[in-house]
Structure formats: C-alpha cells, structure tokens
C-alpha cells in the first residue's frame, strides 16, 4: 500500500534562509509525486510535480524538488525563504493503479518563518 | 474563470442531523475529487466521481456517506446521522478529463462541526 512521510511536523526558519523540506514515500512501483501548499483557512495550491524525466523539478514560487528513487524521497527545497511563504505544506503520492486519480497526502509540515 | 466552489464555507450540525456539502468543479472540469482533514492530519482520499459516475469510492466510510456528481449541478457530499467524529474539512477537487493525473485544483473547503 502507498503512503507519504512527512517527519517535520513544524520548521521554523529565518526569512532569507534557505528551506528543506522532507518527503518519503512507499509505492512498488514508480510514483507521481506533489507538492501543494496550504495557507490558513485555504483551499491547496499545487507548487509542482513529478511524473517521469528529469529529476529536479522546478515549480511556481520558486521552489524545486529533487526525486530520488534510491531514498524513495522527493524533499522540497527553496534557497531563500520569504515571509509569505510561511504556510503548511503537503506531500502527495499518485498511483499507477488503473481508474485510480485519487492522491495520497502526508500530514503535512508547518512552515513559520521569522524576520 | 472562476475556480473550485465549495459551500458552504462553515456547517455546523448537531449530532444525528445530516450534512449537505456542494462543489461545483472548475468549468470545463469533469472529473471530481473529495478529501476529509481530520485536525492536524493530512486530506484523506473519500471519492471520485465523473458526470454522473463514480469511479472510486475506496475512502468513503461504508455507513452514512454518499455522494454524487449529477449531469446538472454540483457535486454533493451527503453525510447523514452526523456524528462528533465527522467534525473535519471536507475539499473537494475537480480537473479535467484526459491525461491521468492533471493537476487537482482545490476549493477552499467546507469546515463542518458537528455539536
């Protein structure tokens, strides 16, 4: 069965401080990978995907994630944090089973950022 | 183009009572995703409906849970006989038909309490 760890429950970084955040998966086979982030009160934005090819993908906001099959991980990272960007983000895990659109998510990680 | 509509925003239910939940999808949107968050937990896959089908119900809860996504109208959510523990967010998604995996676009939740 599929299923997304998050290990970081809250992050607290300096703004202008660059940013990790981490995402471990289970899936026997390849998976489709997400991030999307969710300000309070707010629906989720997708910031990016991964579906096949390169492994660093770039996303909106200027954040990346790198896929790493070896780690079975897919960590989101920022060099340089910005006061908006403190929200709560999810990690999600999409199946190859067939019919199936449906996301897995993580419980999410906290961001709060400090001048 | 408006996206995701959900209402209503905030439900509050007495327990045994039943909640009406409503999505309209994005237009040209045909598929449609629902999603419970407990509190401080990550959305939880329930449904997935096309026009006037469902395709995936594996989330659903076997008991007092329904949905439907009829030719006309929004996407309902119907819970009867609420009880404390239906006390989450509900999001639904909707995106468009086609490739597998197009990116979900989320409303901005309904947040039901259940007294």
């Known amino acids: 069965a599929q299923s997304v760890t998050q290990p970081d429950i809250h992050i607290t970084v300096s703004e202008g401080a660059s940013l990790e955040l981490r995402c471990n998966y289970s899936?026997?086979?390849?998976?489709?990978l997400f991030w999307y982030v969710q300000s309070p009160g707010q629906g989720l934005q997708l910031l990016l995907k991964y579906f096949s090819g390169d492994t660093l993908v770039q996303g909106i906001k200027g954040f990346e994630a790198e896929f790493k099959r070896s780690q079975s991980s897919f960590n989101l990272r920022k060099p340089s944090v910005h006061w908006s960007d403190a929200a709560e983000y999810f990690c999600?895990?999409?199946?190859?089973?067939?019919?199936?659109?449906?996301?897995?998510f993580g419980t999410g990680t906290r961001l709060t950022v400090i001048p | 183009n408006a996206g995701v509509m959900q209402n209503p925003r905030h439900l509050v239910r007495r327990r045994g009572q039943e909640a009406r939940l409503r999505c309209s999808p994005m237009?040209?949107?045909?598929?449609v995703y629902w999603y419970r968050q407990l509190p401080e937990e990550g959305l939880k896959f329930m449904v997935y409906l096309q026009k006037e089908n469902i395709i995936d119900e594996s989330g659903m809860p076997k008991e007092r849970f329904s949905a439907e996504f009829p030719k006309e109208g929004p996407s309902i959510l119907r819970i009867q006989q609420v009880v404390r523990g239906d006390s989450a967010a509900y999001f639904c998604a909707s995106s468009p038909a086609g490739v597998r995996y197009n990116e979900q676009f989320f409303g901005p939740g309904t947040r039901l309490t259940v007294l």
């Open positions: 899936y026997g086979a390849t998976p489709y």
């Open positions: 999600a895990v999409g199946t190859s089973r067939t019919g199936a659109n449906n996301l897995f």
């Open positions: 237009k040209g949107h045909s598929h």
